[in-house]
């Protein structure tokens, strides 16, 4: 599935990662954005494109951001703050800055705090975009804690049995260490499909499948619409993971409100008691393992369960099992040796920006 | 879908809070279960009859519950002890006490650390069965808390691609306090289908529904299998949330993964690294409201989001949209005028039971 969101060889501009990074970071200076900071943001989304989140990455979301700090939505010197805390908690007010720097800043708190007391949580209000969440999450695992990451905002989940929608897609990111094995990371929407990846279905000409998106009435969408039918409806109506009440959909709206009142209420964000489209927060949380059992102890649990995970018997059409993180290390592996696959739309808006920006890299070398 | 796990009223007998209550607190008592304990499971149990929870109420686990006593897998007087802790966290040994009661004791603790620190979060091991999860989480939000509860253990999920179990149904609560309107109260199994209810429809003589389980070769069964086929194949498979690829059940898988990992590895139970049956743990977690923002505001808030929930427009078929905890609400509210429906058959065990035991209390009073 992850392939089907990703560039077709064929047609893939293969860049240096060195070049995207140096080109990347080079937009977010341009932007006003202080070089800290836009070390932090390009990482972020430079970690994304490796790890075959493309949705998530330089070419699915730098153009946004650019529009963004171009309209004034987002501020590139924000004055970010925490507004209320306990020894265990924060609330962090972002000032309108840029999700995928606000976010690994209040991280850094979280995990701070975990070192202290066991346990940190972070809730971030007024914040963009937090890309992909498996990021925040995986900064805690770096220090031999569990993270944990949810973002709330936009507005195309139909809640169970419903014909509006109420809801963003509200992803739920966890990440945990190991030890021989590779980390268990998992990041993925409450929705049955991010919502990004229709967009990306679209560019790249897949039509919607079955489950994805509610019709105009509401009922499920069960057998896949066309693309265009679901693009000239205006407003996105997504269904949540498990499609149909039958298979479960109450599950994933509930999960989806979960994150829902651990980013919004729970922050104090504003439009989450009013379930408007302008709304967007955020929550991470980071658990020192050595708060509860020995690190040592719980890698060598953790590497068990992954090991015996993957060597789950696989059903027919299959020929391996795999837990949360294994194709995004593998995806990240390849690409560190050949490059970062850009469509070549992407790599014509890069040299458009570049040149417009006057930054001297070239994606092409 | 909840009446599906019901019975149907024109079998039910219908019993009195009370004679259910007492006939139920007798029945630990003679298991040796010390009167405060047995006030504890007794309020668990009850709760879910009264929630319509039923496949976790008196009526469907109290006979396995006083099994696992009899046969000595159960301890009625353990010693339960915190064996590691930090100012958030701590790490709970049941001494094989049954979950009902080591499992509030547990949240008991996070709730007292979370008033010192904002949050407070507890594992759980050498646990029996540990009820509806949703009493747990409620426990949290009667403090004004946020309240989370998982537990792990048995083996009948079969990983995404997978063609043998390798996780239990490790469900999820989260319950969240509200100001007028009724608490958010969520609670779920990570696979497609709770196992109890499988047993339940079984007993009730409903077939399986498609995408509950697999096939013998690990192939999601989309058809919806005869009971006898389910039963006969000894070993349980069932379908994580999303129930194929397709349709997200690498989600419901990963959530199933997390889950094993906050409970098992987190606080160093058995069996977790191995995948085996022999494995049961919990976690329970308090986060308070006011450590990041003001209960009140947090309230408002709530109201209106679950306002905003319940009076989306219906989509065909529906007359209403709901939130997750309304209808156990409705449910409870219906029950207290009228009684706990029970099977005949469960009355019938009651008596012998009661009679047994020499507990004297009338359930057809």
Partial sequence: MLKHFQVPDDIAVRVKIENLTAATKGVFLKMGVPEDDANVATDVLMKADLRGADTHGVSNMLRAYVASYGDGRTNPTPNEKIVRETASTAVYDGDNGLGIITTPHAMEIAIAKAKNTGVGMV????????????????????????????????????????????????????????????????????????????????????????????????????????????????????????????????KGYSLGVMVDIMCGPLSG?????????????????????????????????????????????????????????????ETEAERREIGIPLHPEVVDWFEGITSELNIPFNLRD
């Avoid at 059903?315 to 837990?323: E, K, N, Q, S």
């Fill in 123 to 250: 809730t971030i209000k007024n914040s963009g975009h937090a890309g992909m969440m498996a990021y925040h999450a995986l900064m805690a695992v770096k220090e031999g804690m569990i993270g944990t990451a949810y973002t709330a905002g936009g507005n195309s989940m139909v809640p169970t049995w419903g014909a509006e929608p109420k809801l963003g897609t509200n992803p739920i990111a966890f990440a945990a260490p190991t030890g021989t094995e590779e980390p268990f990371s998992f990041d993925a929407a409450t929705t049955s499909i991010a919502g990004n990846k229709i967009g990306l279905a679209n560019r790249l000409g897949h039509g919607l499948q079955p489950g994805w998106v509610a019709n105009d009435d509401g009922s499920p969408d069960m057998e896949g619409a066309a693309v265009s039918d679901f693009s000239a409806g205006g407003v996105r109506m997504q269904l949540p993971m498990g499609s149909t009440r039958e298979l479960g959909s109450h």
């Fill in 269 to 329: 964000a504003a439009g989450f008691g009013a379930a408007t489209k302008e709304r967007r927060a955020h929550f991470v949380a980071a658990y020192d393992v050595e708060a509860f059992v020995p690190l040592d102890e719980f890698k060598a649990d953790m590497d068990g369960m992954m090991k015996g995970l993957r060597e789950t018997k696989p059903a027919p059409g299959h020929d391996r099992v795999v837990y949360a993180g294994m194709i995004e290390v």
